[in-house]
């Protein structure tokens, strides 16, 4: 196949079969290239102990080949059928205050249990052989965002083995978690638990310890059954889909595992900036594999789970699916194709709603489909970025950790003040972890990074010549969430130039004003530190002297501080500082709400905003979308698009 | 009995004996007539398990007979004694949770536990063996305020029987559940449980079918213990009071299965409204079995369990009592008698307060007592209505899950909607299911009918000439709560003459203007609907066109759609409309804050504002409260009441 | 050891040997004295049940003696080590809903396990053998923040042999938690259970009762290893740290096994009203047992527990340190000596912050030091008080039980209203039990005394000639939580000279208008009542007559009665009233934000506001602080303080 695809979860059991041959039909009307089977399955596969029920899955796959619709088989993993917990109650999950929960709904399993994992294996095995060499097998999904926690007794004794593994002795792992506090020193291994309900704080570095336990585990289910299906067939490729911008898996170690990237994405209607939000998702799901991945899942009016769930306003559906294109989606598909007409979800809009066919819905549907048709020459392509946001889940669970200097603290908001910014400037940067080689980038964000474990990367970027920022209450702990000796931001103290006596969550209602020659002035928020200066110069400071920003010159780079949240138009202001600072390629700042990205040789236009606007397009290109001449400027009206390749000649 | 009954709770056990004497003889200065003993009696006449203690019971009612008070006698089995829930731990309720819930509160019991039951109707009948002729006993009183709900595994086992009799076979259970999504299937009847803890969503049918059969195992509950009462007391009438307006129990299916409705209601002293909240409830009660009803609990002041208690204002009592008595009360009764020393409810008014007799709230006791007397001409006498406001359990419960368009849909928010500005216009509703012969009534208000288990009764009666009106988001599920093909309104469509592509649940702050020439301009809220008119008439539009009230010819009748929520003033004016347009004997619209009631051939007239106001009243009139004529107007101070007899001659 | 103690809690066990070194030569810089060694040392004294490991605890008492510095040694009995909880699940405790609380945090036992009683005590009895003949031991400290509560079946077991040494009888429980409302009687002993998850309101003796046990296994606790300690060193001070203004132990009784009461106090940097907490946290403490106290914990700067945790702000550390001394703490300790690298508490400041000791928060802790040692000569000094407030524990847990006439009354926010006056009027009081003998004071204080054991104390008091003032809902109900015959205020009815009918919780935005000749108009809040005066005088009163404030004669004295909350400005005109006519001592009132206490001869003042303020001091002093004179008036900055002893001659 080649283009982009377009398609949805399709979950025929769902509907008579004589729906199914109208569901081909209307498929073919839309466009529809690739449809998701069996995500749900795992009941009407296996409908008691053993038994296999394969027959209506190989006529529907058998039906969508002869429609032209490849399939992206799923490994119906994420969804035991009531028997197994009936069954075997140690494989469902216990929560933090120690209820087991139940079946009924979804997700029901305890990652860790061997049961449920040897159930789920011999299934995903015979699907494997079944399907293998099936012509309408184009890739496997395996599970479905994969997310679960547990706390039971199977997941500590799996948890004490993962300590093993990383701590070596039990003298090593009561240094590590600081057990000489409050008297938490472990005598014996097996004495060593999950966090569970207790009378006052957990021992944070437990809980670190468990938050990147239960990521491997589930990424280990990931392996086990993606081990399985390369068995089988070695040259399918095999994803499972990212639930959003999601904290509990390491999407670094997860994507490494996988062959390409899949993502679900849900943005609120109601949020008119879900267009940054999904932006810097998007961008993050490319850096994963550095390459396109894949949509797998979006809504195409409204969801049912949010409080409240209006539909999508007309347009809106193609603006975002073309915007996810421009980041680097080679699929748009759907949760799900035909909305259900019972269960949990039946308000969760489909590809065909309620309503049927006849149907803006559907009308959207099928234009979208036209429209990705005439964006394949995008498909593969690559967007370069000059500036990298590093984002590292191990960060993203210690700084999230309770009885921190403020509650509120929270990773994706730090890192969203950095990408706004970046996104109204026009600017599209990739994301990295913190690890990361950064030499190919001129400018390198850090949101914060309370955690480090080797601040090596970052100054060597410097040394060499780039530009960094880092953002306040970073250099804190070490992997093991332990204080720096000799205070923050620890082993960054040289690079920036700095170093924090103390740290100073604001009230909401505390917006201190800055001053900056540089800058100009402007107020602040959220936070603000007591600095002693090492050598870095003061961009920016509060009325009284205390720096808010800093620049420091390292080697033959700079290393800034945010020391403070600036306010939004500082936060532009200081961006484009920081860009100028890096040489970053000058790109000309798009009006309020819209979006300019470019792929490959294609610069995506798309109109966030309410208003119609103007932007100017030097030189001639031809709309993909439209097929029409474009020549010094495009007009877009609300939700509108275009797609310019430059015109040869 | 003739008249109205008048008393309370009367809790002896609670007091030495010599207190006892004493009641009775502030009884008899009261007024009182009747009252209700034995409600929580359980652990004293059967202090340990298998013995009885009825001596002192004896004493009570016999000194009770000797006043010239009769008795509502209750079985105890609200609140089973400690020793039932310690030497049967499997009779506690477990909730959700899964936490089992302990005794030293009240209700501590499993409805599905046959050890529950088996105590409890051996009780029953040895305590309606032992009263039967007795002379004071003139009703039995069940249980109190039927709710529990259990979720542990003899409910589940129970769950199972009662699914069984519904579904017949398991595929019957799977399909309607809608299993095959999030493969939820069944594979034996044995899996089956009630809807506990989980790790998302649970299945709505599940969900709905434990509603019901919840409901079904309270009425149960119900039958069997007056099955136990019937076979020693066959001409002895028994009631359970309902619980306000409760969503637990189907009150009809309730009702059914009693000699007489009645009814435990507690307004809120701090709510200016709460007369129109009350209004609806008593026209409920009265409807259930469609004749006089007993306001079996209400306080003579402040009550307990609110966040803040305040009493009541002096004379609201009066106004409150009078009010139900209008709207069909054959008795005004009040928990409790004398205010309790000790437990949980000390602070919940008694008709003898904490301050003793020589208080307000006891002289307001006496007086009332004295106009219920005068009012006794008024007992049995019917309450005539056009208008009918359809209210369905199944429907309450099933529009009410979670996962839907918006979590705020709540039902009584929807009946309250249309019931507000009929009682503004001094109309008073009959309710009836969704199942009922209409025919008898000019207009029939269908606040909201989103499940739909049969259409035949509305059609016939908009077809026979009838007005109706249906509220957004009707016509969406069949009882199985799975989506009507082709979309909303279902089976109502054709008879609505449109139908819906997409419902928008409006954010808090929308308040979009509609314009109609029939009902001038307004502001929406709340919702509204992507509609497409297939014959209806548009009564009234969004700026956009898009509308909001719909009228549709059908038969020799109409049906009206409301697909918003109009503004209260605007309801006021449509429901005028509607009124109109059944043809409904007009009526004048009494003074804001006015209620104006025709119970037979008494006009009821309470001032629940806080003005004095003045009313036209045509004709001679005495009134029977003061026994005053009354003759062109009367005027009513704050809280005034007056229960005019058209004067002969 | 004579002057004001200096230190704070010293966990050396945190840290490699290396740094005791240098902790104890900066503990010499900033002139500690003293401090608190092993509070959380368990899980390091003991590894595995039944070992011993003293040689590193050896090592540091020998080092801290050898540097001058004494140490307060702890009983690590708060905090059980994880193979306690392993190996035995049941001394871990189990919440109200029936959860098992885990290790891994602090504080999980069961107060009432003898496992670990057993186990808690052979370790404290070694650790006493040990070190009763240290040099470097001055106090014992017993535990930590004593206030753990369990649910469990051995809690129910040590519950009901309270209950029975408490009530004799089954038919006396049953009689004084009025078990004849709702069957709750008991028919056997084992029946009886601690209050656990319900279906609704639990019976309010069954939680009084609950809470008295509760404070009294804490207690039974403290004893208990008191004993042991008080075996090896009979001569060796024993205390145990209160937590704050603390209602689960009754501070009275705890104090009364104590040698020496101490205190933990963290006033919140972010109100700006916190220093009158404190006074009054301050006041209680001294009033314990009658003299000096010890602050045993308080914190340098931020601590890590609140929402949001800023530093304190320059200056603050010493304004409340010397506020503490000023109201009688001989001690001024810290949690602690140097902040965590890792663990839980890692955010919490410690007297050396992260920062080390180049740091702003170093640099006030040495001067500090400074201050206290100038200090020493009021070390010891009493203060001495003419007005008396009540504190009442059963009185506490009783009024604050659910389903009362408002949720919001909360004891502490009525003690708070009653002090704020008096310390704005520059009054130091003590507090006392309500059964104190009263007579040494002029003036005695009850905020609330919902429930009253015995009137004696005050009806004495007034008759004698003393001034009381009794604040609204007093007098409901007597030790079993049970109305008093003939309602409120009960046994105070005589002695207020009235009787309140009915009590009206007012909403929030109720503030109605009162009259008064003797403390002009005034806006009342939060409550009132309907009173009948039999006796007393009316001294304010609504618009409606109703009166809010009252005097009755009673003997050679008076006492007054607070239907309602005044606001502010009222309250200190009433107060200024109630001191006048208690004939108390007539004292400057200080400027708003300003402290003024006297201690022994030492006239202390503290600035707690924002900006500058002056004050007249009649007479020639000397500044022990400055050692500078001061004649006739003191200027203050932000956080300035002084100690002005009068110059002789």
Same mark, same amino acid.
């Given at each position: 196949?080649?283009?982009?695809?377009?398609?949805?979860?399709?979950?025929?059991?769902?509907?008579?079969? @004589?729906?199914?041959?109208?569901?081909?039909?209307?498929?073919?009307?839309?466009?529809?290239?690739?449809?998701?089977?069996?995500?749900?399955?795992?009941?009407?596969?296996?409908?008691?102990?053993?038994?296999?029920?394969?027959?209506?899955?190989?006529?529907?796959?058998?039906?969508?080949?002869?429609?032209?619709?490849?399939?992206?088989?799923?490994?119906?993993?994420?969804?035991?059928?009531?028997?197994?917990?009936?069954?075997?109650?140690?494989?469902?999950?216990?929560?933090?205050?120690?209820?087991?929960?139940?079946?009924?709904?979804?997700?029901?399993?305890?990652?860790?249990?061997?049961?449920?994992?040897?159930?789920?294996?011999?299934?995903?095995?015979?699907?494997?052989?079944?399907?293998?060499?099936?012509? #309408?097998?184009?890739?496997?999904?395996?599970?479905?965002?994969?997310?679960?926690? +547990?706390? +039971?007794?199977?997941?500590?004794?799996?948890?004490?083995?993962?300590?093993?593994?990383?701590?070596?002795?039990?003298?090593? /792992?009561?240094? #590590?978690?600081?057990?000489?506090?409050?008297?938490?020193?472990?005598?014996?291994?097996?004495?060593?638990?999950?966090?569970?309900?207790?009378?006052?704080?957990?021992? &944070?570095? $437990?809980?670190?310890?468990?938050?990147?336990?239960?990521?491997?585990?589930?990424?280990?289910?990931?392996?086990?059954?993606?081990?399985?299906?390369?068995?089988?067939?070695?040259?399918?490729?095999?994803?499972?889909?990212?639930?959003?911008?999601?904290?509990?898996?390491?999407?670094?170690?997860?994507?490494?595992?996988?062959?390409?990237?899949?993502?679900?994405?849900?943005?609120?209607?109601?949020?008119?900036?879900?267009?940054?939000?999904?932006?810097?998702?998007?961008?993050?799901?490319?850096?994963?594999?550095?390459?396109?991945?894949?949509?797998?899942?979006?809504?195409?009016?409204?969801?049912?789970?949010?409080?409240?769930?209006?539909?999508?306003?007309?347009? $809106?559906?193609?603006? $975002?699916?073309?915007?996810?294109?421009?980041?680097?989606?080679? #699929?748009?598909?759907?949760?799900?194709?035909?909305?259900?007409?019972?269960?949990?979800?039946?308000?969760?809009?489909?590809?065909?709603?309620?309503?049927?066919?006849?149907?803006?819905?559907?009308?959207?549907?099928?234009?979208?489909?036209?429209?990705?048709?005439?964006?394949?020459?995008?498909?593969?392509?690559?967007?370069?970025? @000059?500036?990298?946001?590093?984002?590292?889940?191990?960060?993203?669970?210690?700084? @999230?950790?309770?009885?921190?200097?403020?509650?509120? /603290?929270?990773?994706?908001?730090?890192?969203?003040? +950095?990408?706004?910014?970046?996104?109204?400037?026009?600017?599209?940067?990739?994301?990295?972890?913190?690890?990361?080689?950064?030499?190919?980038?001129?400018?390198?964000?850090?949101?914060?990074?309370?955690?480090?474990?080797? &601040?090596? &990367?970052?100054?060597?970027?410097? #040394?060499?010549?780039?530009?960094?920022?880092?953002?306040?209450?970073?250099?804190?702990?070490?992997?093991?969430?332990?204080?720096?000796?000799?205070?923050?931001?620890?082993?960054?103290?040289?690079?920036?130039?700095?170093?924090?006596?103390?740290?100073?969550?604001?009230?909401?209602?505390?917006?201190?004003? +800055?001053?900056?020659?540089?800058?100009?002035?402007?107020?602040?928020?959220?936070?603000?530190?007591?600095?002693?200066?090492?050598?870095?110069?003061?961009?920016?400071?509060?009325?009284?002297?205390?720096?808010?920003?800093?620049?420091?010159?390292?080697?033959?780079?700079?290393?800034?501080?945010?020391?403070?949240?600036?306010?939004?138009?500082?936060?532009?202001?200081?961006?484009?500082?920081?860009?100028?600072?890096?040489?970053?390629?000058?790109?000309?700042?798009?009006?309020?709400?819209?979006?300019?990205?470019?792929?490959?040789?294609?610069?995506?236009?798309?109109?966030?905003?309410?208003?119609?606007?103007?932007?100017?397009?030097?030189?001639?290109?031809?709309?993909?979308?439209?097929?029409?001449?474009?020549?010094?400027?495009?007009?877009?009206?609300?939700?509108?698009?275009?797609?310019?390749?430059?015109?040869?000649?």
């Amino acid at each position: 196949m080649s283009g982009i695809r377009y398609g949805g979860d399709y979950n025929p059991e769902q509907w008579p079969e @004589e729906v199914w041959a109208e569901d081909v039909a209307l498929m073919r009307r839309a466009g529809v290239t690739t449809v998701t089977v069996g995500v749900f399955s795992w009941a009407r596969l296996e409908p008691r102990p053993g038994e296999r029920d394969f027959g209506w899955l190989d006529r529907v796959l058998d039906l969508l080949h002869a429609g032209g619709i490849e399939v992206f088989l799923a490994t119906p993993t994420a969804s035991p059928p009531p028997w197994l917990g009936h069954r075997f109650p140690e494989t469902l999950p216990v929560d933090f205050d120690g209820h087991r929960l139940a079946y009924g709904s979804r997700n029901q399993f305890c990652p860790s249990s061997p049961v449920y994992r040897e159930h789920a294996l011999a299934l995903v095995a015979d699907l494997a052989r079944r399907y293998a060499d099936h012509p #309408a097998l184009a890739l496997w999904h395996v599970g479905n965002e994969l997310g679960q926690v +547990c706390h +039971c007794d199977v997941t500590a004794a799996h948890f004490r083995q993962w300590l093993r593994a990383r701590h070596g002795t039990l003298e090593e /792992l009561n240094d #590590a978690w600081h057990t000489a506090f409050w008297s938490q020193r472990y005598g014996a291994w097996d004495e060593v638990i999950p966090p569970r309900r207790a009378p006052y704080l957990i021992n &944070p570095g $437990q809980r670190l310890d468990f938050a990147r336990f239960c990521s491997d585990a589930l990424v280990e289910s990931f392996r086990a059954e993606r081990d399985v299906l390369r068995r089988f067939t070695p040259d399918v490729p095999v994803t499972t889909n990212f639930m959003g911008l999601q904290r509990t898996v390491d999407g670094w170690a997860l994507a490494g595992e996988e062959d390409v990237v899949s993502h679900d994405w849900y943005p609120d209607p109601d949020d008119p900036e879900s267009h940054v939000l999904s932006a810097l998702g998007f961008d993050l799901m490319r850096s994963l594999k550095r390459g396109p991945w894949l949509l797998m899942e979006q809504a195409a009016s409204a969801v049912n789970w949010r409080r409240r769930n209006p539909p999508k306003p007309a347009g $809106q559906l193609r603006a $975002q699916s073309v915007q996810a294109v421009a980041r680097g989606a080679d #699929a748009v598909c759907f949760f799900q194709w035909r909305a259900s007409r019972g269960g949990a979800e039946k308000f969760h809009s489909g590809m065909v709603p309620h309503a049927g066919p006849d149907s803006r819905v559907f009308r959207e549907v099928e234009a979208l489909g036209a429209d990705l048709a005439a964006l394949a020459p995008v498909a593969g392509a690559p967007v370069v970025a @000059e500036v990298a946001v590093v984002l590292d889940w191990e960060n993203w669970w210690a700084v @999230e950790l309770d009885a921190h200097p403020s509650g509120d /603290l929270d990773l994706l908001d730090r890192v969203r003040d +950095c990408y706004r910014p970046l996104f109204e400037l026009g600017v599209t940067p990739d994301f990295v972890p913190a690890s990361a080689d950064l030499s190919a980038y001129r400018l390198v964000v850090v949101p914060n990074l309370y955690l480090v474990r080797d &601040p090596e &990367p970052l100054r060597s970027f410097v #040394a060499g010549g780039g530009t960094l920022v880092v953002g306040f209450f970073s250099g804190v702990v070490d992997e093991r969430d332990q204080v720096f000796p000799g205070g923050y931001p620890g082993p960054l103290r040289e690079l920036l130039g700095l170093r924090v006596e103390e740290v100073v969550p604001l009230r909401p209602d505390e917006a201190p004003v +800055c001053s900056s020659e540089a800058l100009g002035e402007f107020t602040a928020g959220f936070w603000r530190e007591d600095l002693v200066v090492e050598g870095a110069e003061v961009v920016a400071a509060l009325d009284d002297g205390t720096p808010v920003v800093l620049r420091h010159r390292h080697g033959a780079g700079a290393a800034w501080y945010m020391a403070t949240r600036p306010a939004a138009d500082a936060a532009v202001r200081l961006f484009g500082r920081l860009l100028a600072d890096a040489g970053a390629t000058p790109v000309p700042r798009p009006p309020r709400g819209v979006e300019v990205v470019r792929r490959g040789e294609v610069l995506f236009l798309v109109n966030h905003g309410a208003g119609e606007v103007s932007l100017d397009v030097p030189g001639a290109h031809v709309d993909l979308l439209t097929g029409g001449a474009v020549s010094g400027s495009v007009t877009l009206g609300r939700f509108g698009v275009a797609a310019l390749v430059p015109q040869s000649g």
